[in-house]
């Protein structure tokens, strides 16, 4: 069995609220970003993403002076298998998430990224032995109770939800597993090389075929798609510092910020549709999400009184 990381540092773990921070305020954008995306398909602008992330998570190692890490990593096996099932599962999330956005579900995808915090509390408990506080399990109830009213709405499980909720609680917490052994930024890259074999080979066959909107749709397109390695990279190093320093329940209470921001640019900009059954679940979310954010407040009060 896997040992639990130690308990962070005070410093450790305030480094890590702000980068957690800095990561979700950074995720709750991207549906605008996406937009001036068109007409690239999600495929198109994923492996974009992979490739032009890559490019600048290398610059970054070089710079930071991280090679020998590097190496040591691509030497661990389990290093190794770590990062590729985290590079499967973000990737996951990358076409999921983009596809919703472009389709008009972007309402959805902030659902799914809503019901996130509760999916990573519930895998804290199941994987880390993480004890869940009695608000803690009433929040995730709410959680449960919420999918149930979506499905019974719409007569079918809300599928792009779920599936960005899991992918992403999921990564969270194989990063989580890597500890500090291994950096944010060397992380990031070996994650990323694992993804970009399939990116080239598909940006190759849209280059090959005519359907690639790299090189067709004027040069504001094309530097737009070169930006996403920087716009992909710069939260997802956040995330990483943060996941290796926080425990996967504080990771959860935080994630509300990006869903918050996609759901005002859906409802306000994007003018997406919220049926009756859609509010009475996000309603459900977000008194889960009170109740997890009351209980983290009385919590860190109590250890604060504790320590004096």
């Known amino acids: 069995m896997t040992k639990a990381?130690?308990?962070?540092?005070?410093q450790s773990e305030a480094g890590?609220?702000?980068?957690g921070l800095g990561a979700y305020f950074l995720w709750g954008l991207l549906p605008l970003y996406f937009a001036l995306l068109a007409p690239a398909t999600p495929l198109e602008i994923v492996a974009s993403r992979i490739v032009w992330s890559l490019i600048f998570c290398l610059i970054l190692v070089f710079a930071l002076k991280e090679w020998g890490t590097f190496k040591r990593v691509l030497s661990t096996k389990r290093s190794i298998l770590l990062l590729a099932l985290a590079a499967c599962l973000i990737a996951t999330n990358w076409l999921v998430?983009?596809?919703?956005?472009?389709n008009g579900q972007t309402v959805s995808a902030a659902l799914g990224y809503f019901i996130n915090p509760l999916v990573s509390t519930f895998l804290g408990v199941v994987f880390l032995k993480e004890r869940l506080r009695p608000l803690q399990w009433i929040a995730v109830g709410f959680g449960i109770l919420a999918v149930v009213v979506l499905t019974?709405?719409?007569g079918s499980l809300p599928i792009i939800s779920l599936v960005l909720a899991f992918s992403?609680?999921?990564y969270g917490l194989v990063k989580n597993r890597l500890g500090h052994s291994i950096t944010t930024t060397t992380g990031l890259t070996v994650e990323t090389m694992a993804l970009v074999p399939f990116s080239v080979a598909y940006l190759i066959f849209l280059a090959a075929s005519g359907q690639s909107t790299f090189n067709t749709e004027g040069p504001g397109h094309f530097l737009l798609l070169m930006a996403s390695g920087i716009i992909t990279a710069v939260p997802l190093l956040f995330f990483g510092y943060a996941a290796q320093r926080l425990p996967l329940s504080v990771i959860g209470s935080m994630q509300y910020i990006a869903p918050a921001l996609q759901f005002v640019t859906a409802i306000w900009l994007f003018h997406e549709e919220m049926p009756p059954e859609r509010w009475w679940g996000f309603a459900l979310v977000w008194i889960a999400i009170v109740i997890l954010t009351v209980d983290s407040v009385r919590n860190s009060s109590g250890l604060r009184r504790s320590k004096r």
């Open 5 to 10: 990381n130690p308990t962070p540092a005070p």
């Open 168 to 170: 992403f609680g999921l």
């Open 97 to 102: 998430y983009t596809f919703s956005v472009l």
């Open 152 to 154: 019974v709405g719409y």
């Open 16 to 19: 890590g609220a702000l980068a």
